[in-house]
């Protein structure tokens, strides 16, 4: 199960090109019989994602082999303080932990305009909670996209496409694996 926000749920592209939908073939690919489910919320933060994460996780045929985390982004846009999110990521993966349910968190960083206080923050919690919690990590979910407008939306938040296809070719191997173990 992906679960996570608009850069989940595939914000203006077609489903088939979404994250969950283009990882689902990659692994396949791989030769891996799975179902990625979305869970994507576009403009979820992760004390939206925390009140429904029990409810998707129920509403689930069978408990997922994997979720695949990615919340943050939003809570960073907005503001809110790196504790709270710290605070609510900390709370999902327990509950995913206590239903015995693997992770790969995808990060997030601060934006540059927030400053480097809130960075010095925001930035260390993916690591941290990753170690922890004896998660996989894929650091940043848009490295190597952002940066690059051939693969970003006009909004410059959001991936096209080719973007996500350069987000599953990153993280992949490491779903990959964390499926086989």
């Known amino acids: 199960m992906a679960f996570g926000d608009s850069l989940y749920a595939g914000y203006n592209v077609k489903q088939d090109e979404s994250f969950p939908a283009q990882l689902e073939k ?37 408990k997922p082999d994997l979720v695949i985390l990615g919340l943050g982004g939003n809570d960073m846009l907005r503001g809110i303080s790196p504790e709270q999110t710290q605070s609510n990521l900390k709370a999902m993966l327990d509950e995913l932990k206590k239903r015995d349910i693997p992770v790969v968190l995808t990060g997030m960083i601060a934006a540059p ?15 941290a909670l ?3 919690y004896g998660a996989g990590l894929y650091p940043f979910f848009l490295d190597g ?37």
Do not use: C, E, W
């Open 26 to 62: 990659a692994l396949s690919a791989k030769g891996l019989n799975v179902q990625v489910h979305n869970a994507g919320v576009s403009g979820d933060t992760t004390a939206a994602g925390l009140q429904r994460l029990a409810f998707a996780l129920d509403g689930l045929p069978r």
């Open 113 to 127: 305009n927030l400053g480097q206080d809130y960075a010095s923050k925001f930035n260390p919690i993916y690591p």
């Open 130 to 132: 990753a170690k922890q």
């Open 145 to 181: 996209v952002i940066t690059d407008k051939a693969l970003m939306l006009p909004d410059g938040i959001h991936p096209n496409p080719k973007g996500i296809a350069k987000v599953v070719n990153g993280i992949d191997d490491m779903v990959a694996s964390r499926l086989q173990s």
